[in-house]
C-alpha cells in the first residue's frame, strides 16, 4: 500500500504500485488510477475470462469477486483493489468452486456465443451461497443485472434452478456456505 | 469509454478526506462506493483531476443504535443494509427497499452515503430518508452540523451540501410499535430506475393514521414528499372516501414528469395505484414488512 498519504500537492496521474492477491496469489503490479480493474485484469495480467460490454455497469459481462463479493469490474478502479482480494473466473474455474454450475451450464445448453457466461457463472456462484433456498421467480431477479444478448435466458435460469435442487436434494443448503467456500 | 487520467488518494481519516477537499476544491471528487461516479468517468461525463476514496476511512463504516436513532455510516453499503438485522428491527423501510436498488454486484459496493449525496430522484434511498425524517450529518475541518432530509434535497442532482463537506453518517429515528411503513415500486424489470415509486411512514393510533410521510421516487427532478396528501390523511382512518380525498389532493399536488418510456400522465395515473397499496399496508394491523418486497 504506497498511497495512503498523498503527498499533498500530488495530483500525478501516473502509474503507482498496488499489491492485489489475484486467485490466490499476492503481488505488486504497476497500475494507472483511470485504469478499471476489468482492463487491469484482462490488458495487465491476460486473464481474459472477464468480457467487457458496456463498460458502465449495466451488462454484468465483467463481474468478478472482491473480497469475496461480486462487483462491476468496470466500476472498480484497479487502484481501488489495493491490498484486497480479487477472485476471477480463471480463479473459480481452477479451483473447482463452480464446478456443479459449470456442469449444469453444458448440461442445459446455456451458453450459446458465451460472452455473458462468466458473469452469469460469477453471479450464479454468489446466490448459491447467499440464498440457497431461492425459487425461479428470485434466481431471475439475481440475475436481472446480467445480460446475455443471445436472449437464452431460459436455459441460464434452469441451470441455476438444477443446482439449487441439487443441492436441495443432497442436503446442502444448509451448510452452502461452507461448500462453496 | 474510458475514464479520463485523474490522481487518486486513499487517506485513513476523514479530516485527510476533508483537507484534501479543501485543497482542491471542485478538481477533486469524493469516490464512496463509485457506481454512479465510474460509470460517468467511463462516459467522460466528469473529468476530475483527483478521486478522494473513502473505502479505508473507518469513521464512515457501520450501523449502530445512537439514543432513539439508527446511525448508518456513509459508506454503509446496500448489501450490508439488506442483510443487517438492526435494519430490519429498527429501520424496516430500509429492508423493504434495499432488493430494489440496482443488483446485487453493485448492492455489493453502493453506498448510502453516496446515494443520499448524489440527490437522484430517481433513487430509493433519498425517498426513504425522506419518509423517516432522518438526518444527514455533514463534516468539513470546522466541524459538524445536521441537516433534515427535508431540507436537503434542493432540486436535480443538488443538495444543502456544501462543496467542502461530506456526509458522514445519516440517522433515522428508531421504529415503535405503533409504526408502520410500505414501499412500492414499479419498474421494467428488476433492479431498473423505478418509473415510479412510494417510501412510506405513518403512525398508526388505534386505527388513525397520524404523521404520514409519503416520499416520492422518479416523478420530479428531485426526491419530495406529497405534504398536502399527507395532510389530508392526517388523524383519519382509512376508507373509500378518504382514499377519493387523498387521490384528489395527489392529483393537484403532483407534478409528475414525463420520463423517456412513461408520459406524465402514465406516471401521474400510476402514482394513484401506489398511494392507494400504500395506505393499504399502513393501515393493516400487523407491522409491514412486505413481503413482495424481499429478494
Not at chain 1, 455497469?57 to 484497479?78: H, I, K, N, P, S
Request: hydrophobic residues 45%; proline residues 3%; charged residues 20%.
Amino acid at each position: 500500500m504506497t498511497h495512503q498519504e498523498p503527498s499533498p500537492d500530488d495530483l500525478a496521474t501516473d502509474a503507482r504500485a498496488v499489491s492485489i492477491t489475484i486467485n490466490g496469489t499476492c503481488s505488486q503490479h504497476h497500475v494507472q488510477p483511470r485504469t478499471h480493474l476489468v482492463d487491469f485484469l484482462r490488458e495487465g495480467l491476460g486473464l481474459k475470462g472477464s468480457h467487457l460490454g458496456c463498460e458502465h455497469g449495466v451488462c454484468g459481462a465483467c463481474t468478478v469477486q472482491l473480497d469475496g463479493q461480486v462487483v462491476r469490474g468496470c466500476l472498480v478502479l484497479a487502484v481501488q483493489a489495493d491490498g484486497r482480494v480479487v477472485n476471477t473466473i480463471e480463479g473459480l474455474s481452477d479451483s473447482g468452486a463452480i464446478r456443479e454450475l459449470q456442469q449444469a451450464f453444458v448440461r442445459h445448453n446455456a451458453l450459446q456465443c458465451g460472452f455473458c457466461t462468466s458473469g452469469m457463472l460469477m453471479a450464479a456462484h454468489e446466490l448459491l451461497e447467499k440464498k440457497p433456498d431461492a425459487n425461479r421467480e428470485q434466481v431471475r431477479e439475481w440475475i436481472s443485472g446480467n445480460y446475455c444478448r443471445c436472449t437464452g435466458y431460459q436455459a441460464i435460469v434452469d441451470a441455476i434452478c438444477d443446482v439449487l435442487a441439487q443441492r436441495s436434494k443432497a442436503g446442502h443448503a444448509a451448510h452452502a456456505e461452507g461448500a462453496v467456500a | 469509454m474510458k475514464a479520463p487520467a485523474f490522481s487518486y488518494a486513499r487517506p485513513k481519516h476523514l479530516t485527510d478526506v476533508l483537507a484534501l477537499l479543501e485543497k482542491h476544491g471542485d478538481e477533486a471528487r469524493l469516490l464512496a462506493g463509485g457506481q454512479t461516479l465510474l460509470a460517468t468517468l467511463n462516459m467522460r461525463l466528469s473529468e476530475p483531476a483527483l478521486l478522494i476514496d473513502m473505502q479505508s476511512v473507518q469513521e464512515l463504516k457501520g450501523l449502530s443504535l445512537a439514543g432513539n436513532s439508527l446511525r448508518i455510516g456513509a459508506m454503509v453499503t446496500h448489501s450490508e443494509i439488506e442483510a443487517s438485522e438492526l435494519v430490519a428491527q429498527h429501520a424496516p423501510l430500509l429492508r423493504m427497499a434495499a432488493p430494489h436498488i440496482a443488483h446485487r454486484a453493485i448492492r455489493n459496493l453502493g453506498t448510502f452515503g453516496g446515494s443520499i449525496a448524489y440527490g437522484d430522484p430517481a433513487a430509493e434511498w433519498p425517498a426513504c430518508l425522506l419518509a423517516l425524517d432522518g438526518i444527514v450529518v455533514a463534516r468539513n475541518l470546522q466541524g459538524e452540523r445536521r441537516i433534515a432530509a427535508r431540507d436537503f434535497f434542493t432540486g436535480l442532482y443538488t443538495t444543502e451540501l456544501a462543496a467542502n463537506e461530506v456526509i458522514s453518517a445519516c440517522e433515522v429515528p428508531l421504529a415503535t410499535p405503533t409504526h408502520r411503513f410500505a414501499f412500492e415500486e414499479l419498474a421494467r424489470r428488476h433492479g431498473d430506475y423505478a418509473v415510479v415509486g412510494l417510501a412510506a411512514s405513518a403512525q398508526m393510533n388505534e386505527g388513525e393514521l397520524d404523521q404520514v410521510r409519503l416520499a416520492w421516487i422518479g416523478v420530479g427532478n428531485m426526491p419530495l414528499r406529497s405534504t398536502a396528501t399527507e395532510q389530508v390523511l392526517q388523524g383519519q382512518q382509512l376508507s373509500d372516501a378518504l382514499l377519493a380525498r387523498a387521490l384528489e389532493a395527489l392529483r393537484s399536488e403532483l407534478q409528475a414528469e414525463a420520463d423517456l418510456t412513461h408520459s406524465a400522465a402514465a406516471k401521474q395515473h400510476l402514482a394513484g395505484v401506489m398511494l392507494k397499496r400504500v395506505l393499504n399496508t399502513l393501515s393493516s394491523p400487523a407491522p409491514a414488512l412486505n413481503s413482495a418486497s424481499t429478494v
